[in-house]
């Protein structure tokens, strides 16, 4: 029998109660079994009275002991546990593969934190916190995120975006999987909903969210916008997800006519369109495209937009702009729904947009972006050439090169991993997968510093050239 430890950190009278559990659950000590007097049990421990009663009340209350008045205390007649391994047990997990370590990894979803500046992030979180005049900042929150922080975002859009919403029409959330469940519940029980059109390629991320919500998804060519419609006309799908700015992977524009054909579609249809706008800001050349929110007379566009690419990623939010006419039944059917992002937080994030930091710190990450496009797309240019095109630049935190040589997409990430570099297949984004040509990698350049990208742009030369 263990006695107590008095120099560990656990209470002893945990430790006394763990003892005892691990004697009845082996059935060292039997059912029926009386457990020793309080106090001489004390004596023997070598432990106070109070120490003891504490570890009994617990057994008893967990139901291993029961308290019999004038008798004592006795181990109470349980069911044997049955030990019958789980099928998976037979083979062990194998273990986890080894993660490579690359010099440079160019991916097209992340970019370097350091631009963000700590000091305003810590000042922002401070004052939002020291409004102890209020404990409504310490509470939940409302279901859809503040009046006031929805507002913020409602004039950020219109300055920025081009579309005029009331905060009313604003939903915010933490994750993006989280608008995709709102909005997939919404479409489905109200709206009669069962399939979407996505564009191929596009995101795993996004087919996944809407199938787990039993939403099929039917893959929609990009190539071609009038093929794209003639399959919503074959399959009478009526929802269309599409991402119009900078689209993910191919990092394409839909141009102005294709955005005002998409709309009459939905117009004449009495179809929706899910503008997934993911980048929303990020243009290098020019002035940023309009939204084909923007665009929208009718409200037959939910715009879907995040702070993802801007932002650190756990104070980042996502948000959806609904049609302005579903408020009413949205209220009511998500009245429960609870908020997840912390009333502090909204209240920051709104103080930064009032106080123009927001729109300061998206124009210095657009500058410093923009310096590391232009360093890298200039050298890979000069480099590659001309063996190797560039796509979807000019916007973003990613492009495409693609092989004018044959070269397939097994190679040139192959032959990159050779010499530090990941690249990123582009091949991963299509479903199904028998139009695309395997000739093409993705390069995030928003990580590195353009010392880098230079690095980087000869490392390449040297593996494809």
């Given at each position: 029998m263990p006695y107590p430890d008095k120099t560990q950190s656990i209470p002893l009278y945990q430790q006394l109660y763990e003892t005892l559990k691990a004697e009845i659950l082996s059935q060292n000590r039997k059912p029926g079994e009386k457990l020793p007097a309080i106090r001489a049990y004390a004596r023997t421990m070598g432990v106070s009275v109070s120490t003891v009663v504490e570890a009994y009340a617990l057994l008893a209350s967990e139901g291993y002991i029961v308290s019999r008045k004038?008798?004592?205390?006795?181990?109470?007649?349980?069911d044997t546990i049955i030990y019958r391994p789980h099928p998976s047990a037979a083979s062990p997990m194998p273990p986890e593969p080894e993660q490579k370590v690359y010099r440079f990894r160019m991916n097209p979803a992340i970019f370097d934190r350091n631009l963000i500046?700590?000091?305003s992030v810590r000042r922002m979180l401070d004052d939002s916190m020291a409004k102890t005049h209020s404990m409504?900042?310490?509470g939940a929150g409302?279901?859809?995120?503040?009046?006031?922080?929805?507002k913020s975002i409602a004039d950020q859009l219109q300055q920025s975006m081009g579309f005029h919403c009331t905060y009313r029409q604003i939903i915010v959330t933490s994750a993006l999987h989280q608008c995709f469940n709102i909005l997939s519940k919404e479409l489905k029980q109200v709206h009669g909903v069962h399939m979407i059109?996505?564009?191929?390629?596009s995101p795993k991320s996004l087919r996944i969210y809407l199938e787990s919500n039993d939403i099929r998804t039917v893959p929609l060519p990009i190539s071609s916008r009038e093929a794209a419609i003639r399959e919503l006309h074959r399959t009478g799908c009526k929802v269309l997800l599409l991402m119009p700015n900078h689209q993910i992977p191919t990092g394409s524009f839909l141009p102005l006519e294709e955005r005002i054909r998409l709309l009459n579609w939905a117009n004449q249809e009495d179809g929706l369109i899910i503008e997934f706008d993911d980048e929303a800001g990020l243009r290098y050349h020019g002035k940023p495209v309009q939204t084909l929110k923007s665009l929208d007379r009718t409200d037959?566009?939910?715009?879907?937009g995040s702070t993802r690419n801007t932002y650190l990623p756990g104070l980042r939010t996502h948000y959806l702009?609904?049609?302005e006419n579903w408020y009413p039944s949205m209220s009511r059917r998500f009245a429960l729904y609870s908020p997840n992002i912390p009333s502090f937080l909204q209240d920051a994030y709104q103080q930064m947009v009032s106080s123009g930091d927001w729109n300061r710190h998206l124009r210095h990450l657009n500058t410093q972006f923009a310096k590391r496009h232009n360093t890298f797309t200039e050298l890979l240019q000069q480099k590659l050439s001309p063996d190797y095109e560039l796509l979807g630049t000019g916007a973003g935190i990613f492009f495409r090169i693609r092989s004018l040589r044959g070269r397939s997409e097994e190679w040139m990430i192959r032959r990159a991993d050779s010499v530090g570099v990941q690249v990123f297949p582009v091949s991963d984004y299509w479903d199904p997968i028998d139009t695309y040509r395997f000739d093409q990698v993705l390069l995030g350049f928003a990580h590195y510093t353009s010392e880098d990208l230079t690095i980087v742009s000869g490392l390449l030369q040297?593996?494809?050239m």
């Open positions: 004038g008798s004592g205390h006795f181990v109470r007649k349980l500046s700590l000091r409504r900042y310490a409302e279901p859809f995120g503040s009046p006031a922080f929805r059109g996505v564009e191929n390629p037959r566009v939910i715009y879907i702009v609904l049609p040297q593996a494809w």
